[in-house]
T-cell receptor, first 112, second 115 residues
């Protein structure tokens, strides 16, 4: 059982480049999330999707877009990367409602 | 005031000690409380999950929730070097069916167990 899988694990981008972070879960969860984690800032919610076909902004959505491709997959896109987007990105999922969330292993992104 | 406050540490204790990790929160709507453990360069993994007030025990770990004081704790007995990690508290309210449903996290406490 793979749980939540993120790709890639590491990425270096130049300022202005674009990329998409991929996330897939095999637990049949309804809700999926993208967080970023920065030293001293903790985990901050970027976007979430409560169900297939819906997405909503979290605490820090600027500079990002998301797509809930189907129930399994939730992607995060950086259209024009900036050094301020250097961070570790985590995807998470849960059944919705009262269930706990499960996290992927993270994507470590550096923008130079 | 942040919704969830957690001392970032580091907290360094000798092997075998009892560890107490804590979070305070301000939002009385929080009903579900979780503790995640995060090893260096890994994703957070769920350690304990409790609903409303009370205690929950799982092996060497005990989670306590005091909703009247808006205070939650995680106790680790007989601490081991392998317990060295960052511990994140997390909370959420009841599912509203349409509102923001993400977890609210503390910033994490970095715990070091000295052999």
């Amino acid at each position: 059982n793979a749980g939540v899988t993120q790709t890639p694990k590491f990425q270096v981008l130049k300022t202005g480049q674009s990329m998409t972070l991929q996330c897939a879960q095999d637990m049949n969860h309804n809700s999926m999330y993208w967080y970023r984690q920065d030293p001293g800032m903790g985990l901050r919610l970027i976007y979430y999707s409560a169900s297939e076909g819906t997405t909503d902004k979290g605490e820090v959505p600027n500079g990002y877009n998301v797509s809930r491709l189907n129930k399994r997959e939730f992607s995060l896109r950086l259209e024009s990367a900036a050094p301020s987007q250097t961070s570790v990105y985590f995807c998470a999922s849960h059944l919705g409602g009262r269930a706990e969330a499960f996290f992927g292993q993270g994507t470590r992104l550096t923008v130079v | 005031q942040k919704e969830v406050e957690q001392d970032p540490g580091p907290l360094s204790v000798p092997e075998g000690a009892i560890v107490s990790l804590n979070c305070t929160y301000s939002n009385s709507a929080f009903q579900y409380f979780m503790w995640y453990r995060q090893y260096s360069r890994k994703g957070p993994e769920l350690l304990m999950y409790t609903y409303s007030s009370g205690n929950k025990e799982d092996g060497r770990f005990t989670a306590q929730v005091d909703k009247s004081s808006k205070y939650i704790s995680l106790f680790i007995r007989d601490s081991q070097p392998s317990d060295s990690a960052t511990y994140l508290c997390a909370m959420r309210g009841l599912y509203s069916g349409g509102g923001a449903d993400g977890l609210t996290f503390g910033k994490g406490t970095h715990l070091i167990i000295q052999p």
